[in-house]
């Protein structure tokens, strides 16, 4: 089990908070990667066996649940904060407790953010990054050495009920998370506790190799096309800096008709290449530009993150620009020291 232990005020107070609860929001980062979903779905059906009957429990996600994930147990629950934004302003108007999973501050809620900063009523924060924004907060459940949110609320939920609420559709969602923010168990996995969750899961009849294939084995075609024109066309590699970098313009997306959804994991590749020890990818938006970073070895890229205004972990962090696309992305080639450096031809 996790080796640190919660604060017992803390956890008697939010024990109290969620029985008191009659209109409950549980709310996650925009463009939801497993550990969002997985974390706010978990802790859904767990909230639902401990609040008295009657009480509301609704999630929410900014821009609603990606398809890679809408087969996780209460997907069809989730509200979209995009698209039913009259029905999120009246639960927030109606809502006596706020829990905020797998996000460090509001901002990163995207449209919904100054709506949830000043809702009036408690608020609670669970996650794992770096920084959380202790303001905005009543309670705080933050612990950034450990893999993901999901791995957190499991090790949360046995201080406050035990085992009581656990079951295979709660292990399914934390297992999910627990999967994608660890790449498969290849990073940010550093602690036992990472594996000893993992054995805990499994024990609820989860199916592992079944959650992996619903996770890895979903692309279209029109994906599939993307990720060959990805790496034959905008991959750039720059062997003296060990830096490799893909670069999407919106017209990139279009041509090929995708979405940011579809490049979850694609910034990955970057570093299956021997030599390199950090890998960004930028993708244009409307009026913004979202660049990802990931690294091995020793590099630190929440430091690179947070000089443009995001962060994350040490091995995987990211940021959105409010940039234009060239304007960024002449940002990062100057962060990481590529400014005016070719960079190796496909094929050398």
């Not at 905020?100 to 990163?108: F, M, Q, V």
């Not at 990805?230 to 970098?245: F, G, N």
């Not at 070895?297 to 995001?310: F, H, I, K, W």
């Amino acid at each position: 089990m996790y080796a640190k232990v919660f604060d017992n005020q803390d956890i008697a107070t939010y024990r109290q908070w969620v029985a008191e609860g009659r209109n409950i929001l549980l709310v996650s980062h925009t463009n939801a990667d497993g550990d969002a979903c997985g974390s706010l779905l978990a802790m859904t059906l767990m909230m639902d066996q401990a609040t008295e009957k009657g009480c509301r429990v609704t999630p929410v996600l900014p821009n609603g649940c990606p398809k890679n994930f809408t087969w996780l147990p209460g997907a069809e629950r989730i509200v979209s904060g995009e698209t039913g934004r009259e029905r999120w302003r009246e639960m927030l108007g109606e809502a006596d407790l706020i829990v905020c999973l797998d996000l460090n501050a509001a901002s990163r809620t995207d449209m919904l953010a100054e709506e949830l900063r000043n809702a009036q009523c408690r608020k609670v924060l669970i996650d794992h990054h770096h920084n959380p924004a202790k303001e905005e907060f009543d309670l705080i459940f933050s612990r950034p050495e450990i893999s993901s949110t999901c791995e957190l609320v499991l090790w949360l939920s046995e201080w406050l009920w035990g085992e009581s609420y656990m079951n295979r559709d709660v292990a399914t969602c934390l297992y999910t998370g627990l999967n994608t923010d660890t790449g498969g168990f290849a990073f940010s996995c550093e602690q036992p506790s990472c594996f000893e969750a993992a054995a805990q899961l499994v024990k609820y009849d989860i199916q592992p190799a079944e959650i992996h294939n619903r996770i890895i084995n979903t692309f279209s075609v029109n994906r599939m096309q993307f990720y060959g024109f990805a790496l034959s066309e905008r991959l750039r590699i720059y062997p003296e800096q060990r830096v490799a970098l893909m670069a999407f313009t919106l017209d990139d997306q279009r041509r090929f008709g995708v979405s940011g959804e579809d490049m979850e994991g694609l910034v990955n590749y970057t570093l299956m290449i021997k030599e390199m020890e950090v890998g960004v990818l930028l993708r244009e938006e409307k009026e913004r530009t979202k660049v990802s970073f990931r690294a091995k070895y020793d590099v630190d890229v929440n430091r690179m993150a947070q000089q443009l205004g995001g962060g994350g972990h040490t091995k995987a962090a990211g940021a959105t620009c409010n940039m234009a696309f060239d304007e960024t992305l002449k940002a990062v080639e100057k962060l990481l020291g590529i400014a005016n450096v070719k960079p190796l031809s496909v094929g050398e």
